[in-house]
């Protein structure tokens, strides 16, 4: 099969994978849902077509092994995550399994010969739909699992705990989800990249050197519930007011730092046409090149947070739900990559900072991981309208296909 024809398949598979959505209308496959369980049981079909043996750990991952030049060998690991954000796109996480599940049909013949076993994942949690918590999945397979996240709610109320159970998963079991060091060559992971600088540079691949330092807070302001007719303005505390400034002043900052803020949530209460809002409640996902620079930004944003706070008459508090430190990659393996690039057919290979926290952000924890970036169209991510170039695709199986050959050797 030319990589070609393999783009198309590839292609062909993330479109198929979108029948599995919570929605008739978008696309949206979260964490321990019946859309989850649908796009495991698809690529477990894929899976065995090639001959794979299959399994879905005690988290909720889908994978596949088959054995290199002996059984028992340490693994080299393909694949990338299966769920997605609220009206998302068809590229982003599955088009990584997909061109790992080409990857491994243009190997079969040869996987023989290799000094490691082959495997892919699928993961069950990059985004956090559910829970607002990110790479739940390949947090347990690091062997990062956090114990305080069998707390966590969804919009429903459902817990973590009550959702594994539904599922069908053990929470006592969720420990077997973790991979050890010594079984594990490394892991590639292919992804949709979510900007332009690849499309500025004329280039259609990409070699991640690092991955951003990404931090999400909830913030809280709480002022009074009052009759929105009966109350002068010069005496509201309104926490809807004070978040509206607080969220302006956060966007500058960030626009200054030359960071990420982004606010993706806000809940007010009461909620009514004609009640001054009491407590206005909103997310803040801040993400930068390094975890100093994160740092700096986070200081500026909750010190503007507790002036605005104090200036409208409001209380202020925030937490943190999620951090993922700033990963460099492994060199070896962003050699690997490069070399695979040479050979099939690119110049000088580019070498890029990923905006972006990644699976591969949690693997390096116990393996040596290595992230190849393709190419999106007018860098949109995150959005119906991702999409992706099948000439770029061919290119990233060509390269994963090579780049297995550069690591064995």
């Not at 707390?151 to 077997?176: H, K, M, N, S």
């Not at 503007?304 to 209380?315: D, K, Y």
């Not at 116990?366 to 190419?375: G, S, Y």
Request: aromatic letters at 6%; one cysteine or more.
């Amino acid at each position: 099969m030319t990589a070609e024809i393999a783009a198309t398949v590839a292609l062909a598979r993330c479109e198929y994978l979108n029948r599995f959505s919570a929605h008739p209308s978008r696309l949206e496959r979260a964490y321990l849902t019946p859309q989850h369980r649908g796009a495991n049981e698809l690529v477990e079909g894929w899976l065995r077509e090639l001959g794979m043996q299959t399994w879905t750990d005690s988290a909720g991952n889908q994978w596949g092994r088959i054995e290199g030049a002996e059984p028992g060998l340490p693994a080299l690991v393909l694949g990338s995550h299966l769920d997605t954000v609220p009206d998302g796109g068809s590229y982003d996480g599955m088009l990584g399994v997909a061109v790992a599940l080409a990857v491994v049909e243009g190997l079969r013949d040869r996987i023989h010969e290799l000094p490691f076993a082959l495997e892919i994942v699928g993961f069950s949690d990059h985004e956090g739909t559910r829970f607002a918590t990110p790479m739940l999945g390949s947090s347990a397979v690091a062997g990062l699992w956090d114990d305080d996240w069998w707390d966590l709610r969804d919009q429903q109320g459902a817990t973590v705990l009550e959702a594994f159970r539904q599922w069908g998963l053990d929470p006592r079991r969720i420990g077997e989800a973790a991979r050890q060091p010594q079984d594990l060559v490394g892991f590639l992971e292919a992804h949709v990249e979510s900007g332009t600088v690849l499309e500025a540079a004329g280039k259609s691949l990409g070699v991640v050197t690092s991955t951003a330092s990404v931090r999400r807070y909830v913030v809280n302001l709480v002022g009074e519930a009052r009759h929105g007719g009966g109350t002068a303005h010069r005496d509201r505390k309104d926490a809807l007011v004070g978040a509206s400034l607080a969220i302006a002043e956060i966007d500058r900052l960030a626009t200054n730092s030359e960071g990420t803020a982004t606010v993706g949530q806000i809940n007010v209460l009461p909620g009514g046409v004609n009640v001054i809002v009491g407590r206005a409640d909103f997310s803040v996902e801040v993400r930068h090149r390094s975890d100093k620079q994160l740092e700096e930004l986070w200081a500026q944003i909750s010190a503007a947070v507790t002036s605005i706070a104090a200036e409208r008459g409001l209380r202020a508090a925030w937490g943190q739900v999620h951090d993922a430190p700033a990963v460099d990659l492994s060199g070896w393996l962003q050699d690997c990559l490069s070399e695979a690039l040479v050979t099939t057919g690119e110049d000088e290979p580019l070498r890029l900072a990923a905006t972006s926290a990644h699976d591969a952000s949690a693997l390096a924890a116990i393996t040596d991981v290595a992230m190849l970036l393709i190419r999106s169209v007018d860098g949109n991510g995150h959005h119906p309208a991702e999409d992706v170039r099948a000439g770029d695709v061919a290119s990233a199986i060509a390269t994963m296909t090579e780049v297995v050959w550069a690591v064995a050797r």
